[in-house]
């Protein structure tokens, strides 16, 4: 039986790489939902050739666009903030891929625990902002969450088969980013395109620079404590430069079991698809004779204060991580646009944390009150800091 896929965020990396996947295993899995931010004119070409039952822009002003372009083609279109939480509860939606970016992951990830519908979670900040409240959600429902990120889709495959109780750590990699070798005083000069250069892997724009400033790593120490019910104190982040170890699980007798693969995110998003299982036509094979060495490194908090987020999010509780999160957005396309340096980045993070309400057991509507707010006071921020220079 044809699975059908709604991919929410379907012009980005993680989208246009689970679109790949799926034209090479048309027996499998069916696109029956594509959405978008803002990039119309790819959504309509992806709209045409995989002619699903629903494309949704978010853009509103953008949704005449892609109603004229596929009506002719009997697509159904829609538009605005709530289009793609409707949409992943339809019938025709077996699984969702939430590979949007950011806080705009949360409310159809909810939307489809509450539906029943199976998650391919690729949106990390959904469980970085809500993650206690989604594991309430998720008892309730039939739901079932794989990881798409590269780092916990190594560990929900090293835990197969495994007691949880033997598990003594979960050890997530990290490449170390552009910076990995630079100077604080360096780094501190770098530009959008000097982050922009990862050495390993090819994202889009917001992750990449959260990889420069090593708070994607934060995240996902984070969302690992989330996704595999984990105390922090077991859960920590080693930098392997190679990113051929996506990452490792410790357990009670010593031993050590890592996954292994290209830097390729087709990998992780198959395995997700195809929940727990696995088909060829994936990724490259990896040649460890070509890799030749493996390195590990600690990592630098010094020089990557974001890092220490982590730590202060998980154990503070609350609303802190959905203010982080926020106020991270909002330095970041600062930083793209030119308007802010690189630690201002962390400086931005950290006052926004600073000025706001502390909520200790949020629900959906203060983890939309927190959002708003935050957004507002780091752009506050931003804004002063930029009347500076």
């Not at 690992?224 to 105390?231: I, P, T």
Request: charged share 20%.
């Amino acid at each position: 039986m044809t699975k059908q896929i709604a991919v929410l965020g379907s012009t980005g990396s993680i989208g246009t790489q689970t679109l790949d996947i799926i034209s090479r295993h048309p027996d499998r899995y069916r696109a029956t939902v594509l959405a978008a931010g803002s990039r119309v004119e790819q959504l309509i070409e992806q709209a045409r050739e995989f002619r699903p039952d629903l494309a949704i822009i978010a853009r509103e002003d953008l949704h005449a666009q892609l109603r004229d372009a596929l009506a002719p083609l009997g697509i159904d279109t829609a538009c605005g903030p709530h289009a793609m939480a409707q949409a992943v509860t339809g019938a025709n939606v077996d699984m969702a891929v939430t590979a949007t970016v950011g806080y705009s992951g949360l409310e159809p990830t909810i939307a489809a625990i509450r539906a029943g519908k199976d998650i391919a979670l690729a949106n990390k900040e959904t469980l970085v902002v809500g993650g206690e409240y989604i594991n309430r959600l998720l008892k309730g429902s039939t739901s079932r969450i794989y990881p798409v990120d590269s780092e916990h889709s190594a560990v929900y495959q090293c835990l197969a088969g495994e007691r949880r109780d033997t598990v003594r750590r979960l050890i997530i990699t990290a490449s170390g980013g552009p910076f990995r070798t630079w100077s604080r005083s360096a780094i501190a000069r770098a530009t959008a395109a000097d982050a922009l250069r990862h050495p390993n892997w090819h994202m889009g724009a917001k992750i990449t620079i959260d990889s420069a400033t090593m708070l994607n790593k934060a995240f996902e120490l984070i969302e690992a404590r989330w996704l595999f019910g984990m105390e922090p104190d077991r859960i920590s982040a080693v930098v392997h430069p190679q990113s051929v170890i996506h990452s490792m699980v410790e357990f009670a007798d010593g031993a050590i079991k890592a996954q292994m693969g290209t830097p390729d995110m087709r990998l992780p998003i198959a395995y997700a698809l195809g929940e727990a299982t696995r088909h060829g036509d994936v990724s490259d094979f990896c040649d460890l004779l070509q890799v030749g060495t493996l390195t590990f490194e600690e990592p630098d908090t010094e020089r990557f204060p974001c890092l220490t987020l982590a730590r202060y999010a998980l154990e503070r509780g609350g609303n802190t991580a959905c203010v982080i999160n926020a106020a991270n957005e909002i330095a970041v396309a600062a930083f793209l646009e030119g308007r802010i340096g690189f630690n201002d980045i962390y400086r931005t993070i950290t006052s926004t944390l600073e000025a706001m309400p502390f909520v200790a057991a949020p629900d959906y509507a203060d983890y939309v009150a927190t959002n708003t707010e935050a957004r507002e006071r780091a752009a506050r921020f931003v804004n002063n800091l930029n009347h500076s220079l």
